[in-house]
């Protein structure tokens, strides 16, 4: 997401399929002060690593304007500040009106074909660490975040700015760095207090059986628990399958997991289906979807006419589901952090409330091992995630202008700067991943946000990882289910055969032997 509403679909899907290296540069940014304050970013001043003129490329967060919209102004001002303090810099902001990384990467890989990409490219962690781009077409840039961020006094690296929960997020199994994160984004249950009080409920559940618990008690009393949306299968639907079964495979998935990054990709989900832990006769990852049957029992009707992700303006379905909750139509929605700002907006302030999605207990299922799943679903997944390209990609760059690139991206990249131009854009809905900064104060932000580590993230068939084809067809047999005209038994039966068929025909167009695993 950049501006809520327009980037969600984009971000919060978390397309994921992945990239390679290039050779970074040598870090020769001088170490300067940052002269920020809290109220604004400061000077700008410091060295890249070209005296020539350079003029930077970038392309800027997809669906939000030219340089010069209002999403965009605090990074139009921190450029502004940045050529001010570097007489030989112009920085050039490229409007960005792709609809999913997926074209990001198309049109990107267009322009390295000839050479003349841009220099700052914007991407997801996805396609980044999970080995789907060209190799070469991006740099390893950890050699630069190694070293101290130039603007910031005492760092002993930048890499030390980012929360501990986001570095896993921005480093390939090989180790290198290839992307930068900027800022999180997280999904959780929103609720109607008045619904609550109701219902009799003065606190929120901390066990998905504590949840369950509380829609019976809204049932109970006439108010219609939840709506469990499906009508965009990378939304909500795909949230469940990253949810239940990242929680309950947590102690298998490291005999499937071939490509050691922070989320499976198409190759850990292809082994997993050939040995049959992704499976519906694995007991523990079939439970992921009798428990979803629960869970849609207490939903209201008409769940593929909305979409989680959806802009609240929408007027065709699938629509937001976010007039539900204000007009007082469901108790519960499933939602993004970006919702905040916008059901504000929408004159639901202090009416409503939110607590990250409750760990799947024992009191749930014998299966379960208590695995907390806070953060598995959103991350950093939100505004400022670049790249940078290689000079095989981008024949203008050099090591010298790589240094200035970095050098640029280091002010971008302040705690003081970065909280400052994400508090202007979405609304101050992004989570900066750096502390520190300036933000938005919006309650209940903070409790969306993991504060250990994250465990590996499945993701598999709703979300376009082992191909479009499978989320589909995954889609209309998830529509199926949750709607109740597919019974669990035909529906684990259709969405084996579907696993099977997806594994091998990925396997088949990728050349790659499953049997060896």
């Not at 390939?172 to 009080?197: H, R």
């Not at 003081?416 to 900066?432: A, E, H, T, V």
């Amino acid at each position: 997401m950049v501006r809520p509403g327009a980037l969600q679909r984009f971000n919060v899907r978390r397309a994921r399929r992945g990239p390679a290296v290039a050779a970074g540069a040598i870090f020769v940014a001088g170490i300067l002060a940052a002269g920020c304050s809290s109220s604004g970013p400061g000077s700008g001043s410091g060295s890249g690593g070209s005296s020539g003129p350079v003029t930077i490329k970038a392309v800027l967060p997809p669906n939000t304007g030219p340089i010069t919209a209002a999403d965009n102004a605090g990074l139009l001002q921190l450029s502004q500040q940045y050529e001010k303090a570097h007489k030989n810099v112009t920085v050039q902001w490229l409007p960005n009106n792709t609809g999913s990384i997926s074209a990001a990467n198309a049109a990107v890989e267009s322009q390295a074909s000839g050479g003349a990409a841009p220099d700052i490219v914007w991407e997801q962690y996805g396609p980044v660490t999970s080995g789907a781009l060209p190799a070469g077409l991006l740099q390893n840039i950890k050699p630069y975040l190694e070293k101290p961020n130039p603007y910031v006094p005492g760092n002993s690296s930048w890499l030390s700015l980012f929360t501990s929960t986001t570095v896993p997020y921005m480093t390939s199994p090989n180790g290198d760095i290839d992307i930068i994160l900027g800022s999180d984004v997280e999904t959780g249950m929103f609720y109607s207090k008045a619904a609550f009080a109701k219902a009799g409920i003065t606190t929120t559940p901390t066990t998905w059986a504590g949840f369950i618990t509380d829609l019976g008690r809204l049932k109970a009393v006439g108010i219609t628990p939840i709506m469990f949306t499906d009508g965009n299968p990378n939304c909500t639907p795909s949230w469940w399958e990253r949810l239940a079964t990242s929680s309950l495979l947590a102690s298998q998935v490291s005999q499937f997991d071939v490509n050691h990054a922070q989320v499976t990709n198409a190759l850990d989900d292809a082994v997993g289906i050939k040995m049959g832990i992704i499976g519906m006769s694995n007991p523990r990852y079939a439970e992921a979807w009798k428990l979803l049957g629960q869970l849609v029992s207490y939903s209201a009707s008409g769940e593929s006419s909305y979409d989680g992700c959806a802009n609240p303006n929408a007027t065709s379905p699938p629509l937001s589901p976010q007039s539900q909750l204000v007009q007082g139509k469901v108790g519960v929605l499933w939602g993004g952090s970006w919702w905040i700002p916008q059901l504000d907006s929408a004159g639901f302030t202090g009416k409503f409330g939110v607590f990250p999605e409750p760990p799947i207990t024992s009191a749930s299922t014998p299966l379960a091992l208590g695995t907390s799943t806070v953060g598995v679903i959103g991350g950093p997944n939100g505004n400022g995630e670049w790249s940078i390209t290689s000079q095989r990609a981008d024949s203008s760059m050099t090591p010298a202008k790589t240094a200035t690139v970095m050098n640029f991206m280091a002010w971008l990249f302040t705690p003081q700067n970065l909280g400052y131009w994400l508090k202007i854009s979405g609304s101050g809905s992004y989570i900066p991943t750096e502390p520190g900064g300036p933000t938005v104060n919006l309650p209940g932000l903070n409790t969306l946000v993991p504060t250990g580590k994250v465990p590996t993230v499945v993701d598999v068939v709703l979300d376009d990882v082992l191909s479009t084809a499978a989320t589909n067809s995954g889609s209309r047999l998830f529509q199926e289910y949750v709607d109740g005209s597919l019974s669990y038994s035909a529906f684990a039966s259709q969405w084996q055969s579907l696993l099977t068929s997806a594994a091998q025909q990925w396997a088949a167009q990728n050349n790659v032997n499953l049997s060896k695993y």
